[in-house]
DNA sequence: TGTACATCAGTGAACGCGCGTTCACTGATGTAC
DNA sequence: TGTACATCAGTGAACGCGCGTTCACTGATGTAC
C-alpha cells in the first residue's frame, strides 16, 4: 500500500497557499500551482475535484490553524488582558517569522474570500471575538457589541502588518508589538494594570 | 462644438466606478463597463486607451474626491481632537450614506491596488497621517511615528465598516460613530477632554 | 521464476469560454460655398 | 436652398490569449498463479 497520493496532495497544497499569499489568490493558475508542483496541470484534478475545492481547502485548513493558535496563545491565563496581549503577540510573531501564515488573516478579510471567511466558526476574529465576549460575560471588560471591539482590535493590528508589508512603516512587528499590545489593552476597555 | 464627447466619458466613469465598488476591480470585464454604459465594448476605447488607464483614473480622483472630504472635514478646528473626531465622523457618514464613496478607502487597502493606492499623494490615509504628524510636530500628541498610529485609527475604523457591510456587526455607522471616535482619540493618545 | 493482469500517478492534446483589444466600417451631424 | 465634404461617436466581426477542465492514453509498480 503507497501513501504517495497523499504525500502528492499534500506538496500540491503546500505550493498552492505560498503561491496564493505571494501574488493573490485570482492571480494563481492552475498551470501556475501545477508547475511550481513539477506536473502537469491536468494531474491535479487525480487530486481536487476543482481548483476551487482546493482554494476552499485550503483556507479552511488556514483558519483552522491560526485559530488554534490563537486559542493556544490565549490559554495561557485566565486573565483577559494577558490573554488579548498573548494573542496581539502571536500575530506580531506569526507577521515576522512566516508571512505565508500571517497573510491569511489579511486574506480573510478581503479579496472576495470574505464571505467565505466569515462564516468558517474558526475564522481567526471569530476567536478574538469569542475571548472579548467571554471577558464582558465574566465582567473584566465593559459590555458592548464583541464584534465591534473585535473589529477595531483586528482592524488596528492587520492595518498595521500591512503599513509593514508595504514599507509604508519602516519596522517589524516585533518592534511594535508593546505599542499594539497596549493600543489594543485601550481598545478592549482593560484597566491598564501596568506603571 | 459638442461637448458629448466628455459627457460620455462621465458616463463610462461613472458605471464604471458603480460596477468596481459593486463586484470588486478584477471581476468587472470591460464588456460589463460597456452594457452598463450601453454601448459596445470597442467604443470605450474612445474615450479611454485601455482598460487599465481607465481603472488609474478612476481610483486618482477617487482618492483626491475623499482625501478632500477629509481635508474639508479636519479644517473645522485647529484642535487636532477635534480634527480627529471630525475625520471619523466623515468616514461614518460616508460610509452610511455612500458605500460607494466609502468603499474607495478599503479598495485603497487592499485588492492588489495596494501599490498604486500607497503612492498616491491624496491617498486617504495619507491625509489622516499628515493630520496626525502635524498634531505631533504641534505637540499635541506624543511623538511616535505617525504611520504607525494613522495604520491603527484607519484599520479600527475601517474594519468595522467592513464588519458592517458584511452583516458581521449589526449596526449602522452612524450608531457606531460615538464608539469609533472615543477609540480613535485614545490610539492618538489624545487625552479624553469629555467629563 | 515467468507470465498475465490490475492499479493508478501522471501526461499530451484538445475543448469551449471570456478576456482585452483592433480595425474597417457606418451613419448622423456640422460646415463651406 | 442644395450639394459636397469633414468630423466623429459608435459598431460588427474578429484577433490572440490564458483560463479551467476533459479524456484517451502511458508506463511504472504490485499482485496472483
Chains 1, 2 share one sequence.
Do not use: W
Request: proline share 3%; net charge negative.
Amino acid at each position: 500500500m503507497s501513501l504517495r497520493q497523499g504525500d502528492t496532495r499534500q506538496r500540491i497544497k503546500r505550493e498552492a497557499v505560498r503561491l496564493f499569499v505571494e501574488h493573490g489568490v485570482e492571480a494563481v493558475s492552475v498551470r501556475d500551482i501545477a508547475a511550481a508542483v513539477g506536473m502537469k496541470p491536468p494531474n491535479l484534478y487525480a487530486h481536487f475535484a476543482s481548483r476551487d475545492e482546493l482554494v476552499r481547502e485550503l483556507f479552511a485548513e488556514g483558519y483552522a490553524a491560526y485559530g488554534e493558535r490563537l486559542l493556544e496563545a490565549a490559554s495561557i491565563s485566565p486573565i483577559f488582558s494577558e490573554q488579548l496581549a498573548a494573542m496581539v503577540r502571536l500575530i506580531c510573531r506569526l507577521h515576522d517569522e512566516d508571512v505565508v501564515q500571517f497573510r491569511f488573516l489579511l486574506l480573510s478579510q478581503h479579496g472576495g474570500l470574505a464571505h467565505v471567511a466569515q462564516d468558517d466558526p474558526k475564522n481567526p476574529v471569530g476567536i478574538v471575538q469569542e475571548a472579548i465576549s467571554a471577558a464582558m460575560v465574566h465582567g473584566d471588560i465593559a459590555v458592548r457589541d464583541p464584534a465591534l471591539v473585535a473589529a477595531m482590535i483586528v482592524g488596528a493590528v492587520i492595518q498595521v502588518a500591512t503599513f509593514i508589508l508595504y514599507g509604508r512603516v519602516q519596522a517589524t512587528m516585533g518592534a511594535v508589538e508593546a505599542d499594539l499590545v497596549a493600543a489594543c489593552a485601550g481598545l478592549a476597555g482593560v484597566k491598564s494594570s501596568g506603571a
